[in-house]
Every structure is written in structure tokens, then in C-alpha cells.
């Protein structure tokens, strides 16, 4: 099935833009990006539960979140800085993932109307270097790539 | 100067992906493949050359001219690369609809 999301990744570039068109108001989908028990839905997942810690939406504001997993271990700690933050239009923010190589980066979220019900949301994230960029694009090849392994090692102790 | 040569890098730039495009349908010489471009000549040879370095494209000789074609198992392992950040994105925005479809604005607001 055709993914509705697309990524954008030119070549030698430090940058890339994920495009999203969504059946839902784009007050809703604003929504989703700023009010924390929204952001901790759609951030959690069977194995890590997201908090968000701090969340100032204004310009100027910081906010900070936190993910941990069914031990309580922090798994994913990540906080930024808004210098934009516009009802239903815009958001533009900084982000870094805490203990990570990854360094800062800059994140220009648009928010559009395209009818009554749908919209379209277009994330234009900027990297320290297009090495890192690069490093971002491949980690969830990595970590699918080390859960197979994984996987297959669970399967393999098991055989012992 | 020690250019990465990773398929990752090579399908990035739109002019490259346009010429893998344009081989995928039939074998093309590199005057065929830059005839289809209103870029320099030079600047299109580089690109196929980064293109055959990292084994998107196969080089065949025959007679005096040079065939390109496409080598479809390394364009499979590209499609395997970029897939899981972008499959990661949309499992994240399918998630955020599904929430928001449920969505019920609070009374007391």
C-alpha cells in the first residue's frame, strides 16, 4: 500500500521535508503537535511510554519529553526551543535528543488548510551537517536491521 | 578527495534519479541519457559515473559505444534504506489521525 507520507532528502543536503496530507481539520492536527496528553498518545508505543515534562507554546517557550520503558528506564529524552508558534499555522522549533551524537536541530512545521476536513502538514527539519542528516535517515534502517537480529538471536537462544 | 559512494547518496539528487528513471525502461548510451537533460554534458557524465561507482548502473560495451542499464537488485536495496524512516513517519501521522478522529474537544474550555 502506498504510504501517505513522503520524505524529501536531496542529495549533499543538510535538510529534508516530510509531507503528510491528513483527513482532519488542520486545527486538529495543530492540536495534536501542542497539547502534551495529545503529544504522549501519539509519541507512546507498546514498548516505551512518552511524558511530556514541559511544554511552554509560545515563542520563547521550551518544552521537554521523555520517553521510559516497562521498566521505568528513560529510553528517549529530547527538549527544544519555539521561536515561532502561530495557531493552526506554524511552529518553529528547536530540537535535540539528549545523549545522542545528533547535535541540535531546526524544525520549520507548517500547518495547511486544504479543505474544511483535510490539511496538510509539511515538517522541514534542518541538521548540523549533512552527515548527521544522513545518520538520522538510516537509523530506523539500523534499528530495524539490529531487531531482526535481535529477534532472530531470541529465536536461536531458544533452540539451544 | 575520498567521495562517499553509497546508493543511499546517489538516488538524493533528482537529476540522478531522473536518469535511473530513463535507463529502467531500456539500455541507453551516455549521449542518449544526457540528450534527455538540458544540463551540461559533463555535469551528466558525473552523474552517471557516480551512478555505475556505486553499482546502480551496469556498464556493457558494445562495439565503440558504452551501455548503460540498470542493476534492479541494488535499486531493491535503496528501497529497503530510505523505507523504515519514512515507514516510521507515517505509522507516527496514521497514529496521530486515528487519534484525532476520536478527538472530543474538552466542556470546560
New interface residues.
Given amino acids: 500500500m502506498e ?5 524529501n ?5 543538510q535538510e529534508l521535508t ?1 509531507t ?1 496530507e ?3 481539520p488542520v486545527e ?2 495543530f ?2 503537535h501542542t497539547e502534551p496528553e ?1 503529544i504522549e ?3 507512546s508505543n507498546p514498548y516505551a511510554t512518552a511524558k511530556v515534562l514541559k511544554f511552554e507554546g509560545k515563542k520563547h517557550g521550551s518544552y521537554q519529553q521523555q520517553s521510559t520503558d516497562s521498566k521505568g528506564n528513560v529510553v528517549f529524552k529530547a527538549n527544544g526551543t519555539f521561536h515561532e508558534f502561530i495557531l493552526n499555522k506554524k511552529i518553529i522549533r528547536t530540537f535535540e535528543m539528549e545523549n545522542a551524537p545528533l547535535g541540535v536541530q531546526l524544525e520549520l512545521i507548517s500547518f495547511e488548510k486544504l479543505t474544511d476536513n483535510t490539511s496538510k ?1 509539511t515538517t522541514h527539519i534542518i541538521y548540523e551537517s549533512v552527515a548527521v542528516r ?1 545518520q ?6 539500523a ?2 536491521l539490529s531487531m531482526a537480529h535481535d529477534r532472530m538471536q531470541e529465536i536461536m537462544n531458544k533452540l539451544k | 578527495m575520498n567521495l562517499r559512494r553509497d546508493v543511499f547518496q546517489a538516488i538524493a539528487d533528482p537529476t540522478r534519479r531522473a536518469i535511473l528513471l530513463l535507463v529502467a525502461s531500456q539500455t541507453m548510451t551516455a549521449g542518449a541519457i544526457a540528450s534527455n537533460f538540458n544540463t551540461a554534458r559533463p555535469t551528466v557524465s558525473k552523474h552517471i559515473q557516480i551512478l555505475t561507482e556505486c553499482e546502480l548502473l551496469h556498464q556493457e560495451q558494445s562495439g565503440r559505444e558504452i551501455y548503460y542499464h540498470l542493476n534492479p537488485a541494488k535499486m531493491k536495496e535503496i528501497a529497503a534504506f530510505i523505507e523504515p524512516f519514512r515507514k516510521m513517519w507515517d505509522d507516527r501521522y496514521n497514529k496521530l489521525e486515528t487519534i484525532m478522529k476520536k478527538y472530543t474537544p474538552k466542556k470546560n474550555k
Avoid: H
Fill in positions: 504510504l501517505k507520507t513522503k520524505i532528502a536531496e542529495d549533499g543536503k516530510i503528510r491528513f483527513d482532519l486538529l492536527v492540536k495534536a495529545l498518545q501519539v509519541m502538514l544522513d538520522v535517515l538510516k537509523m530506523p534502517f534499528q530495524g
